[in-house]
């Protein structure tokens, strides 16, 4: 049943890249427990406006836990406490009334702060340029069905491939570690006899532009897997390291 | 060889160094600790022990020389990968939660490491070291737990070790590839039964020696 | 001018081929010299940039979102129609090409839909070979499923989240090519002007969504692929983003804007929880399959469902539609859904829901059955409601989710600008008055991989391109124009907000621009939005400045576009005196509420030419000529 809750929200606000930032202190009064934890931003930031101040910045867009770009720390736990669940899909039943809820942008040095809660995310990107693809020009595919691709290969595969880059796993490694996100995209592609040619070269350029980008090296820390909103496995990240010391050990790449 | 030390160089090979170093000083804990039980048959078990170990000369030398190599890289890596970490948040949150993914062991790794250091150094010097001209190992290990001082720094020691093994042992099994869904619970498994075997094992001696010698 | 389709001569089966055999071709050296413009990443933007640059031409990209990987295709769940017969049901390029049609209430262009048809097979083709990891037989070869308004199983499906794995398959195809620096990505970018010199499109601008800078980009061509106009209606189920400005912009500027008024309902979502709802979220469809749908016969009924007897409850569908029952079609189910609320007898505390119980088909199937087929969806009923639909029946109401209208193209995907091509739902070619399941992302890649990288070909060869740089004049009065537009709004600094504004346009077009029309109610639409739009220009408060990350004045800028494009939907849906698809004039139905088509009067595609700020638009016809397959009545009794 709807009740409406009353909060002390405790948010970040930073101008631009160079601010410092700080947390301010906002009231949300009236907060109906059926609206999405966006939603409660939503009438936070109609209040700013009317008031003349400025709204609170926060990426989002498809609101329905697919698109991959919203998110904050709240309390401690990227896209809040529930499991398996973004921001956007994140409900204020989960919260009680005269909760202090704290939100925070991702903090990683890959992910440099934009306004407020938004923050870039390019290296994300760019990880996916540097060989999270197949190379295969539109045109020359053969028919869908020349290569069988065994049931559990595909399954596996797909769960890798839900990835929905929204970067919280990098947000919850205590390292900063981007190593789930490199590891899904390498295990999706090499499941699937279609990536297999490239394995090797993708497993190397993949963790060389890692390294490069500022992330922090994963410890086993198992946060990553633990927030993923798609609950993507650290069996991925196993793998991403057997392919990196195939690719290194055992193939022709530099 | 640059291929090579780009490999090590990268995130995940240094990670291969700190698996492949950790999982040398399981094998070399088990074995010490095979060895140390021998303490419960007496004083001539021990040092019959320790005889037999030091007659197989050269190889523990090369054994000790391989453990220091292990021991620089262990270190030497950790330190690194801990700055490393540490930088790649700039900001640190100011409210942080686990999910449940932590452990006690994971969220203490580099400070137990420090600690495990510092006691090996201390051990190192205490018995190791220790002047075996006059005396026995026997005597000197046995003497040295009649002050509870000792026996309290040994345990809190081997604790510490329990507790970053009970981290290293599987992370180590994840880090060189070997997870899979069907194997991976036994080898947590093991990890956990042998953390607590290094701790109370270990833990167990210098109590014993305490107040049944 | 008169609208020439360029629809090429010859057996329907033959055109396309002869179509390729006889556009130019662009020497390969040559290639790299022409640049084009792609706006928009999601399934046609994404594919189109792919191809393009593969083909070696210079590519420049934009998109709103933060990466390409964003655009809405990723939350379409379904899956992708192709004719592969893999089935041996009897599936072939032809049945799909008359579903197609039919579906579409025979509003769409033959040439069009036989082609879409006929490149579906190379889809698949081309999308297994990127990685996209679809569902499989336990041999390994692809698995089908049945969809809505087919009696073939003909879809191809990677679990609930096809548009994802597909855009995801088309985002790497063209990570790769940024990568050989062949396309230059140009992420949270927002089209504010299309660049038109001599009546050719030859460039854009935007406004960097970070810094606020405007910016302006010259080309060779401009691809339009910014999606529908869902969010016309504020709720909908596109995403937040999801604007018409790019394509209002270039109904300005000459293109003409085909069938505005067609969108389609979608009778399954969620419902309106409150006033704070920001969008609405789809259950897919297939859950009608076992689920029935009632309301309480009684309006005052307030008790929980559970307490509700059999005897007090109206299952309405069944009760009208004896032999579909809960199956019946979309729009149909929308209507009624809509019918009963309107009585009083919705259910939820808003009073905006129908019962879709399954309590009968647990019973009959268990538990462990319906969890297999449903769990998930299931789950993300109950994250968004609190609500377990085992043990109390789901609550459903229809939303908007997709326009089939759009910007008019020809045969090439070109507008009546020269040199824009428009792609994906923002154009209106091929799925007429409805859409069928499963078959956005079919046109959207088609159009992207299979499509524009021949068409665009066969312009730039056979077109003298005079030398443009964004040192034109034109670029600088249009970004003078983007600039002042901008201050504009911000200079208002009036009492309501965005949103507000927003919210009040969508409830005035769902209430009479929605699923039900009628000519009163369009003709009062029409007034209150010209009187909205009049309040919102003195009365819109926009805060923050121009040069910096300001998320208000993105959304002032869009909903500007919206409340000038809604009265050109409605002037739309005022001309077009039938009932077809989606656009149900509630004058012209059947005896059983179905729509009425008027194939003498409006077997035609309207296409509308903007006249100026506050001028009626002018309309063109393109007659659609059906020569292959005969226009019948849909019926489902």
Not at chain 2, 33 to 57: D, M, P, Q, V
Not at chain 2, 203 to 208: S, W
Not at chain 3, 81 to 87: M, Q, S, V
Not at chain 3, 97 to 118: I, M, P, S
């Amino acid at each position: 049943m709807t009740k409406a809750i009353n909060l002390t929200l405790k948010v970040w606000r930073q101008k631009g890249p160079e601010d410092k930032g700080r947390l301010e202190t906002y009231d949300a009064k009236d907060i109906s427990t059926n609206m999405s934890f966006l939603e409660m931003l939503d009438v936070i930031n109609e209040q700013l406006t009317l008031a003349g101040k400025e709204p609170i910045a926060f990426d989002h867009d498809c609101r329905e836990g697919i698109c991959g770009m919203c998110g904050a720390v709240v309390n401690g736990r990227p896209h809040g406490p529930e499991k398996g669940t973004t921001l956007c899909q994140l409900h204020m039943r989960h919260f009680s009334d005269r909760d202090t809820i704290f939100i925070e942008p991702w903090r990683s040095r890959a992910f440099k702060i934009i306004k407020d809660l938004v923050v870039d995310r390019g290296a994300l990107d760019r990880l996916i340029q540097a060989g999270g693809y197949i190379s295969a020009n539109t045109g020359g595919a053969p028919d869908a069905n020349a290569i069988p691709v065994p049931q559990a290969s595909a399954e596996l595969a797909f769960d890798a491939a839900a990835c929905i880059g929204c970067g919280a796993c990098v947000a919850a490694c205590p390292n900063a570690s981007a190593m789930l996100f490199v590891g899904a995209k390498v295990s999706h592609l090499v499941l699937l006899p279609q990536g297999e040619p490239e394995a090797a070269q993708r497993a190397t350029a993949m963790v060389r532009e890692m390294d490069s980008l500022g992330f922090g090296n994963c410890s086993n820390e198992r946060e990553c897997e633990a927030e993923c909103p798609k609950e993507i496995s650290i069996t991925n990240i196993a793998r991403l390291n057997r392919e990196y010391f195939k690719s290194r050990f055992f193939s022709n790449v530099k | 060889m640059n291929w090579f030390i780009h490999t090590i160089g990268s995130s995940i090979g240094k990670k291969l160094l700190m698996a492949i170093t950790g999982l040398g000083f399981c094998g070399f804990l088990a074995v010490h600790l095979a060895g140390n039980l021998t303490i419960y048959g007496g004083k001539a078990s021990f040092n019959s022990y320790s005889e037999h170990l030091h007659a197989l000369e050269p190889l523990v030398t090369i054994a000790e020389w391989g453990l220091l190599t292990f021991a620089v890289v262990h270190v030497l890596t950790g330190a690194v990968l801990f700055y490393q970490n540490l930088k790649a948040r700039p900001v640190r949150y100011s409210v942080n939660k686990s999910a449940g993914g932590r452990s006690l062991g994971s969220r203490t790794m580099p400070y137990t490491g420090i600690l495990l250091l510092a006691f090996v150094i201390f051990h190192l010097i205490n018995f190791h070291f220790a002047d075996r001209t006059v005396t026995t190992i026997y005597a000197i290990v046995s003497g040295a737990f009649k002050h509870p001082a000792y026996v309290v720094v040994y345990i809190i020691a081997v604790a510490i070790a329990a507790v970053h093994v009970s981290h290293g042992f599987w992370s180590a099994f994840q880090t060189i590839g070997a997870n899979h869904p069907k194997y991976m619970p036994l080898v947590r498994t093991i990890g956990t039964v042998f953390s607590l075997m290094v701790g109370i094992g270990f833990g167990a001696i210098p109590v014993y020696l305490f107040i049944f010698v | 001018m008169p609208l020439d389709a360029k629809i090429p001569i010859g057996p329907l089966a033959e055109k396309w081929d002869r179509h390729r055999f006889e556009l130019k071709l662009v020497n390969p050296a040559n290639k790299r010299k022409f640049e084009i413009i792609v706006v928009g990443t999601g399934l046609a933007g994404g594919s189109a940039s792919a191809s393009l640059a593969e083909l070696g031409y210079s590519v420049k990209t934009f998109c709103i979102q933060d990466s390409p990987r964003r655009a809405h295709s990723i939350a379409a769940q379904g899956g992708i129609n192709a004719a592969k017969n893999y089935t041996n049901e009897g599936d072939s390029i032809w049945r799909l090409f008359y579903d197609t049609v039919k579906g579409g209430d025979f509003r769409a262009r033959e040439a069009n839909v036989y082609r879409l048809a006929q490149i579906s097979n190379n889809i698949i083709d081309q999308c297994v070979a990127q990685g996209v990891p679809f569902a499989r037989d336990y041999g390994g070869l692809l698995a089908n499923r049945s969809f809505g308004g087919a009696q073939v199983a003909r879809t191809f499906y990677a679990r609930g989240q096809t548009g994802q794995q597909l855009l995801l398959g088309a985002y790497s195809a063209m990570m790769r090519q940024v990568a050989t620096g062949r396309v230059t990505m140009y992420p949270r970018r927002e089209m504010l002007e299309l660049v038109v010199i001599n009546g050719q499109a030859r460039g854009i601008v935007v406004r960097n969504l970070i810094t606020g800078a405007i910016e302006s980009h010259a080309a060779d061509a401009v691809v339009l692929c910014t999606g529908g106009y869902s969010n016309v209606y504020f709720l909908s189920t596109n995403a937040m983003a999801s604007n018409v400005s790019a394509t209002y912009r270039a109904y300005q500027k000459g293109a003409y804007f085909a069938n505005p008024c067609f969108t389609q309902i979608h009778p399954t979502c969620i419902p309106v929880h409150g006033a704070n709802q920001s969008k609405l979220t789809l259950m897919s469809e297939s859950l009608r399959n076992d689920g029935r749908v009632w309301v309480p016969k009684n309006a005052a009924e307030k008790r929980p469902a559970h307490q509700i007897p059999e005897s007090e409850r109206d299952y309405y569908l069944e009760r009208k539609y004896p032999s579909f029952g809960n199956l019946a079609p979309r729009d149909v189910a929308s209507r009624s859904a809509k019918e009963q609320c309107d009585s009083g007898r919705g259910v939820g505390e808003t009073g905006l829901a129908v019962y879709l119980d399954f309590a009968d088909a647990i019973k009959r199937d268990g538990r462990a059955v319906f969890e297999q087929k449903y769990s998930n969806l299931f789950q993300m009923y109950e994250k968004i409601t609190g609500e377990d639909p085992y043990e109390t029946p789901m609550m459903i109401y229809p939303a908007v989710h997709y326009t089939m209208g759009g910007l008019w193209v020809d045969y090439n995907l070109m507008s009546t600008i020269d040199g824009l091509f428009v792609l994906g739902e923002a154009n209106f070619s091929d799925h007429g008055a409805n859409r069928l399941g499963a078959s956005a992302l079919m046109q959207g890649l088609a159009d992207g991989y299979f499509i524009v990288p021949y068409t665009i070909g066969g312009y730039l060869a056979g077109t003298t391109l005079p030398n443009v740089s964004i040192d034109h004049p034109a670029f600088k009065d249009y970004s003078a124009e983007a600039k002042n537009r901008v201050r504009k709004l911000l200079s208002i600094q009036g009492k309501r907000t965005v949103d507000d504004f927003h919210k009040q346009l969508g409830l005035v077009m769902w209430d009479y621009c929605g699923m039900a029309r009628n000519n009163d109610g369009l003709k009062k639409a029409k007034e209150m939005i010209q009187e909205l739009r009049d309040e919102f220009w003195q009365n819109v408060l926009v805060p923050g400045s121009e040069n910096d990350f300001n998320q208000s004045l993105e959304r002032v800028g869009r909903v500007a576009d919206f409340l000038d494009f809604a009265e050109l939907m409605v002037i739309d849906a005022l001309d077009r005196q039938e009932s077809c698809g989606g656009h149900f004039n509630e004058a012209y139905q059947t005896e059983d509420s179905e729509a009425k088509r008027d194939d003498e009067n409006f077997c035609h595609a309207s296409a509308w030419e903007f006249a100026g700020e506050g001028k009626t638009p002018i309309l063109h016809k393109e007659p659609l000529v059906f020569e292959n397959v005969e226009l019948t009545q849909r019926s489902y009794k």
